[in-house]
């Protein structure tokens, strides 16, 4: 498979990096076919991608012609043999290794003999996930950004079975899609969040034992570190669900006290409190503005 045979693309997981992908997939020119179990999920997928091409329009970065092709080129299916014919399949489902696991092995004998998997994981082992499937050196890790229309980094993880056509196919596909790529080894959390999670939990224990609020925590690090966001209104952005995997992913993996997921990010996670999607996190989006909650 090389980028020239790559015209149609599956979707698995229509969360908010499904629809992402979907969105700057659909853009590019590439069919799509977004797959999750849950209808609803689907409908509220294809209404964001709608709104977030809107917003580029109005920036006149796209034409309201482009977001009508686009559209066009995006089917929603509740069933995986929708991805039969795709090219290319990319599992942007829940940061769960079994969920991951379950959906290869039920994808993989509906795929094309010779499609390429790729998983959107943002922490889980390439080569364990690979290990399940039926085309290891068809898989690997293409790890986007969150928000992806507007992130230029694409991660490329390699499992020790990746066969280097597959490496080359994705990588231009990612350079398609008008993203720029950075090569990961296969290891706990790969790059960006091996440095960006441990930063995160320390924020939720810099918050745990009381050091400062919410809005302290986040106005520090927005106006004296610079960062776009705090790392708490990040970590609500990201899903408190997620980074408690990916916390648990690098504290199992590399079995280093360093990387102990806060208590608090683990209550937070029991109480339902996920971030953004759920509507409450560190802080509450139930009104006009986010309110911190501590
Ligand atoms: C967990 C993992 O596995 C890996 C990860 O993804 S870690 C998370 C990585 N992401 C980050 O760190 C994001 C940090 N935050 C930011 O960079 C910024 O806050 C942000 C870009 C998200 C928003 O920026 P902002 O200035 O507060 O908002 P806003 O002015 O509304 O948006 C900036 C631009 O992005 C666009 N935008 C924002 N969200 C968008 C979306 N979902 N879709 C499309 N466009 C979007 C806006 O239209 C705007 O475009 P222009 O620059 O053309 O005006
Ligand atoms: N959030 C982020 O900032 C980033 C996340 N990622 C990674 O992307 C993946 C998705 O994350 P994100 O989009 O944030 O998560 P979301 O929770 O927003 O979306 C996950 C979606 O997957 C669906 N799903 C669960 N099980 C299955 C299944 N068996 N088949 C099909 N769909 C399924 C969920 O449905 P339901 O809700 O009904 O369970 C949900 O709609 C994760 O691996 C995550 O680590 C990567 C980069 C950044």
Redesign the pocket.
């Known amino acids: 498979m090389t980028i020239q045979d790559i015209k149609s693309v599956g979707i698995?997981?229509?969360?908010?990096?499904?629809s992402g992908i979907a969105h700057v997939s659909s853009i590019a020119g590439f069919d799509v076919h977004m797959?999750?179990?849950?209808q609803d999920?689907l409908d509220a997928a294809l209404a964001t991608i709608k709104k977030n091409m809107q917003r580029q329009a109005s920036k006149g970065k796209i034409s309201e012609s482009d977001i009508a092709t686009a559209l066009g080129r995006i089917k929603s299916s509740q069933q995986l043999e929708s991805l039969s014919d795709c090219d290319v399949v990319i599992e942007?489902?829940?940061?769960n290794e079994e969920?991951k696991k379950?959906?290869f092995r039920k994808v993989c004998p509906l795929m094309k003999p010779e499609a390429i998997l790729c998983s959107?994981?943002?922490?889980i082992s390439i080569t364990r996930l690979a290990a399940v499937t039926s085309r290891p050196g068809q898989f690997m890790g293409m790890?986007?950004?969150?928000p992806v229309p507007i992130m230029q980094l694409v991660e490329l993880i390699r499992g020790i079975a990746t066969e280097p056509d597959t490496y080359q196919a994705i990588k231009d596909m990612t350079h398609k899609l008008g993203k720029t790529s950075a090569s990961s080894e296969d290891f706990p959390a790969f790059i960006v969040n091996r440095i960006l999670l441990p930063m995160i939990n320390e924020a939720v224990y810099t918050l745990y034992e009381g050091v400062g609020t919410v809005d302290s925590i986040d106005t520090a690090m927005k106006l004296g570190a610079n960062h776009p966001m705090g790392p708490l209104e990040l970590a609500d952005?990201?899903?408190l669900?997620?980074c408690l995997?990916?916390m648990s992913v690098l504290y199992d993996g590399l079995a280093d006290t360093k990387y102990r997921p806060c208590p608090l990010l683990v209550k937070y996670v029991e109480a339902g409190w996920v971030g953004k999607?759920s509507g409450r996190g560190f802080y509450d989006y139930g009104g006009e503005t986010p309110v911190p909650t501590r």
């Open positions: 698995i997981g229509a969360g908010q990096m499904g797959v999750d179990v849950n999920q942007a489902a829940t940061e969920i379950d959906i959107n994981t943002s922490s790890h986007f950004m969150n952005f990201i899903g669900d997620t995997a990916i999607k």
